[in-house]
């Protein structure tokens, strides 16, 4: 074979392994939704959108985190101390979906930024070697001691893309500890129309983590059809009683795992096969 039709086959194959991409994502949802724990970066420091700071967990490729879209809790760009009356009020957050999920607090939590919260790249701000700071915040719910509580909801809509989103749960940002989790907890609350319920996920043993340098823990959601609602749930630690997190950022995955990948490759190679008889 010529190295002429050896480059045309390897463009059928991709082309092929594509229809058979847009054929499985068709597929997929009427599937179960799949909520995938896919890892932890712990003390990253301010720099979120800082592209000289690696995340070893970036979904889409541009070494950012909430290229997609986020929720940063009572962001405070100036300085001192700020509180927020209860009942999911929380006029300094700073939040900017996707079109195709909608994020919000749930009813009761507070919101404060206290000077002993750490700093964070301004997520509005473009990515680069060097972004501005501002001080990070936290919304938290009470409960009895080493209680749990619902902190953050996410609502799927239309459009989620092809092979699902990663979503980033940031915490661990506060030099005092009221606001300290031993674990979060994703649960399927609502199921939408075709949909099936997801397994729950948790991140556990997070105590250990904590020395209040910017922690990000991080789930997969796929699969998910419009009217998913997955509720993000905190533990406190123990002898505190205000669990709650920092913030949130959403990331497409832009390439699909290995696994999957095989899959449409297999799937696209089929079609091709077919195509040829």
Sequence with gaps: MTKTSKSKMGTRVMAA??????????IAS??????????????????????????TLDADGDNV?????????????????????????????????????TITRTIGTDAQSLTTNTAIDNPTLTPGVSVADVQSGNTYKGTANG??????????GT????????????????????????????THTTVGTGGSLASTVSFTGLATNINHDNDFYFFDLKNAVS???????????????????????????????????????????????RRRK
């Design 227 to 273: 009217g998913d609602v997955f509720t993000i749930s905190g533990t406190a630690t123990s002898g505190t009683s205000n669990p709650g997190l920092a913030g949130i950022t959403v990331d497409a995955i832009s390439i699909p795992e290995p696994a999957s990948l095989g899959l449409l490759t297999l799937g696209g190679l089929a079609l091709l096969g």
């Design 30 to 55: 009427t599937q179960a939704a799949v909520i995938t724990n896919v890892g932890s970066q712990l003390g990253i420091g301010a720099g979120i959108r800082t592209t000289t700071v690696t995340k």
């Design 159 to 186: 459009g989620l893309p092809t092979f699902g989103v990663r979503i980033g749960i940031f915490n661990d940002n506060r030099t005092s500890s009221p606001f300290d989790v031993d674990a979060f907890t994703v």
């Design 147 to 156: 209680g749990t509580a619902d902190l953050v909801v996410l609502t799927i």
């Design 65 to 101: 985190l909430g290229t997609a879209g986020y929720y940063f809790a009572a962001v405070n760009t100036g300085s001192g101390n700020y509180f927020y009356p209860p009942g999911g009020i929380d006029p300094a957050g700073i939040i900017s979906p996707p079109t195709y999920l």
């Design 17 to 26: 392994a594509i229809a058979a991409a847009a054929m499985f994502s068709g």
